[in-house]
């Protein structure tokens, strides 16, 4: 988790004023040395363990469950509405307002999650892209390396060296 020095550094990067020259209060060596203190700030930051939202309303935790025990399942959010006797639009309402991210996102963040125990298991990144309900390894490689910031590959052969005694 980035500390609140660096979140400020970043307001003060990225605020309004950065935008119009005159109302600019850092000249750009000072900028320079906030860059600085922000990349030496986040290089010192605690990676933040993947956590996936629960959902609380009933039609939400039962599209959660049957995915919980079938991450491979590819059925549309309509389809799975359907099941449970709701509309896609409530449902992506749901997740949105719930959740903070639409159905596909966290239905990706679940199949990273298993698929993390499945590499931690010892499984081959082939194996655990189709049993994740990826169409292919490559597929596969771009999420994970989207949400988790590295290849599976190389996640398991660092954590393979975290854990050897």
């Not at 990144?125 to 994970?144: D, E, L, R, Y």
């Not at 599976?152 to 954590?159: E, N």
Request: glycine share 6%; charged share 20%; hydrophobic share 35%.
């Amino acid at each position: 988790m980035a500390s609140d020095l660096a979140r400020e550094i970043l307001l003060t990067l990225t605020g309004p004023g950065n935008y119009d020259p005159l109302a600019r209060g850092y000249d750009r060596f000072a900028r320079a040395r906030l860059h600085r203190v922000l990349v030496d700030e986040l290089h010192e930051a605690h990676e933040q363990p993947l956590q996936l939202p629960e959902p609380h309303d009933d039609r939400l935790q039962a599209i959660a469950q049957n995915l919980y025990k079938k991450p491979a399942d590819n059925t549309s959010l309509a389809e799975l509405g359907q099941t449970i006797g709701a509309g896609a639009r409530t449902l992506s309402r749901l997740f949105h307002n719930e959740l903070g991210m639409t159905f596909y996102e966290w239905r990706t963040q679940l199949r990273i999650y298993h698929a993390l125990v499945l590499l931690a298991d010892g499984h081959d990144i082939t194996h655990v892209a189709h049993a994740c309900g990826w169409a292919n390894p490559s597929s596969f490689i771009a999420a994970f390396t989207n949400i988790i910031g590295t290849t599976p590959g190389r996640h398991r052969t660092s954590h393979q060296r975290d854990n050897t005694p």
